[in-house]
């Protein structure tokens, strides 16, 4: 039986949008990879999506799993050697038994780590560290874990590299740093402050009066410092990779590979231990939401939108911008970010519109995931590290918090680009 093109069309969003409604809800706790890639079993099984095309779709995500297997291995091995444990104790020792000055503290270092690392490297690396310095602190843990799943995406346009998704929003044409800052850096800004005010003000009340201080402080191992050294000399590589207009992905795995090799020779210790803690799960997960979106695109979607979006422009300039952030911002929850970056930057390719509006759609994608724990695959590697630490965050509470910290900053920094 041959199915009309209205027919294949309605297939293929009836299981994209059942196998991304899995991926939020997550039906009988089996987790994201699982519901992503059964979309995309299907999607071929059933002859909707060729198998070549499929094959295509996962390929083009092939920057973003050198990038992550870069930064998992990177945190695995500073993990086992105890950077972060170290980084904790002195995290809790500079807050000086304020619970606050601790948040405050772990705000600032999400901001540093996310804007030179990226937001997924905030959401592998800096999530253990603050989980262990909760513990050391004797604090509840979750108030402060938050804050390394939010200000992941709130600080994830101030460089290029911040986010993954920024590159592949521009592609080729990602501006210079300058013409970068002068765009994003007040946006940024907004979004930042806006982001510790709404955190503040929905955690701050589970915050205790006091919390540990005053720990003694181990010396680190060789191990430990080669790690940092790893994860010092990583960022460094991006800053350089970025300037150079290259993609991430190899630099942060050849990072990951080496400095792994360097401390697990140095500790004689066998990869297996390291290899088998990381959470691979990742990886398909990211391939099965590529293949949606390839899915999604053969609907006709792109060019419709591209016509939307030609029309806004034409027939209201000024608001364009602002509807197209906040659209693609809700929208990112729906499927993404990273995909959803893709459809914008496929969008904008076939007639270009004005330059504010794509810094505008760039602060959807990078901002509209705080709304809920699946918007961003930042957000979906954090809730895996939280997991891993015996916590946990539903769909809903997560959507809770997004509610009131997502809206005020998306307007802020929406602002600061189309106003100020």
């Not at 994201?32 to 995500?61: C, H, I, M, Y």
Request: aromatic share 8%; with cysteine.
């Amino acid at each position: 039986m041959i199915l009309s093109p209205l027919a294949v069309n309605m297939a293929n969003w009836s299981i994209a949008g059942a196998a991304t409604a899995g991926v939020i809800v997550r039906p009988f706790d089996w987790p994201e990879a699982v519901w992503a890639l059964s979309g995309a079993a299907l999607l071929v099984l059933f002859g909707l999506l060729p198998w070549n095309d499929a094959l295509t779709a996962v390929g083009k995500g092939s920057d973003v799993y050198l990038f992550l297997i870069g930064m998992m291995l990177l945190s695995e091995t500073a993990r086992r050697q105890g950077l972060f444990d170290w980084v904790a104790v002195r995290a809790v020792n500079l807050a000086r038994r304020s619970p606050r000055r601790l948040f405050l503290v772990i705000y600032v270092a999400g901001v540093l780590v996310t804007t030179f690392m990226s937001n997924d490297a905030t959401a592998v690396v800096l999530t253990p560290a603050v989980y262990a310095a909760a513990r050391k602190a004797k604090v509840e843990p979750l108030p402060y874990l938050f804050i390394c799943a939010l200000v992941a995406n709130a600080a994830s346009f101030v460089l290029p590299i911040s986010n993954p998704a920024n590159i592949v929003l521009y592609g080729d044409h990602t501006p210079a740093l300058l013409p970068w800052l002068k765009s994003f850096a007040l946006p940024s800004l907004l979004s930042i402050v806006a982001t510790y005010l709404a955190l503040r003000f929905t955690e701050g009340r589970r915050l205790p009066a006091e919390c540990e201080s005053d720990l003694p402080v181990e010396p680190l191992s060789r191990g430990a410092r080669a790690a940092m050294v790893g994860l010092a000399s990583t960022a460094v590589v991006l800053l350089g990779t970025s300037a150079l207009d290259k993609q991430l992905g190899l630099p942060t795995a050849i990072m990951g590979v080496a400095t792994t090799a360097l401390v697990l020779a140095m500790a004689r210790e066998s990869p297996w231990a390291t290899v088998r803690e990381v959470s691979w799960a990742v990886l398909p997960l990211v391939a099965g939401l590529f293949v949606l979106v390839e899915a999604l695109a053969r609907t006709g979607v792109i060019d419709q939108l591209a016509r939307l979006l030609a029309h806004g422009v034409e027939q209201a300039p000024a608001g364009t911008p602002w509807i197209s952030g906040a659209a693609i911002a809700l929208g990112s929850n729906f499927i993404n970010n990273l995909p959803a970056g893709l459809i914008a930057s496929s969008t904008v390719a076939i007639k270009p519109p004005a330059q504010s509006v794509v810094d505008a759609l760039l602060i959807g994608v990078d901002l509209g995931p705080n709304l809920s724990v699946t918007g961003s695959l930042a957000t979906i590697l954090w809730l895996t590290a939280v997991r891993r630490e015996g916590e946990d965050v539903s769909f809903g509470r997560f959507l809770r918090l997004g509610l009131i910290a997502m809206p005020p900053a998306l307007i802020l920094a929406l602002a600061g680009r189309l106003i100020f």
